[in-house]
């Protein structure tokens, strides 16, 4: 996966007095869990919009003003319910040999022959709960989509992959191709090299 940097302030007081203060300021309170201590730290809002507004997932690279780097993703955002201003965000330090539990972006690929015929494509999910390494997790996992009829599924075991486990069962959809005012009659294609027989001739009187 793709990886941000952010570069932050580490707090020392986390009192609510402090936490306003840091927020008046044009900064949004954090702490990231998972390792031996929970770190507690502060940085613009500016800093997380490559982070929080987009459908792409990333790995961060928190950087504190003491020298310190830690490899973590967010777990939990909060926003403010008037102004959607980001009030607080928790991140979970990820390590090399434990794997990560993850939501990431699915993206279709190929053009659906139901679609073709007038059918509609219907998402179930949009995103795809997996767990494995942070060094083996794709930026976005794709399914191609090209066979596709009307009424037939893509379930989330047409994606799997070797460098993930999908944490969905097995008989999840993914997407459909559900059936339209607008659709056509799905006709084979011929095989290549076949022609149509000729008409035999007329038996003479």
Do not use: W
């Amino acid at each position: 996966m793709k990886s941000l940097t952010i570069n932050a302030s580490q707090r020392e007081s986390v009192g609510k007095k402090s936490t306003k203060a840091i927020r008046n300021a044009g900064q949004v309170p954090c702490v990231v869990y998972g390792g031996d201590t929970v770190t507690h730290f502060a940085a613009p809002e500016l800093a997380f919009k490559d982070l929080v507004y987009t459908p792409d997932v990333h790995t961060v690279v928190i950087a504190l003003d003491n020298g310190t780097k830690i490899n973590a993703i967010l777990q939990d955002i909060q926003f403010h319910p008037v102004t959607d201003r980001i009030l607080h965000i928790d991140f979970v330090e990820i390590f090399d040999d434990k794997p990560i539990t993850i939501e990431l972006p699915f993206r279709t690929t190929g053009n659906s022959r139901g679609v073709r015929n007038g059918g509609v494509l219907r998402f179930n999910l949009r995103r795809i709960k997996v767990k494995g390494l942070a060094s083996n997790l794709p930026d976005v996992i794709e399914g191609d989509i090209t066979n596709l009829k009307i009424g037939n599924k893509l379930y989330v075991t047409d994606v799997a992959s070797d460098d993930f486990t999908i944490l969905h069962p097995d008989n999840t959809v993914i997407c459909m191709v559900k059936t339209s005012r607008n659709v056509v009659e799905d006709e084979e294609e011929e095989e290549e090299g076949e022609t149509p027989a000729a008409e035999a001739p007329a038996a003479e009187a």
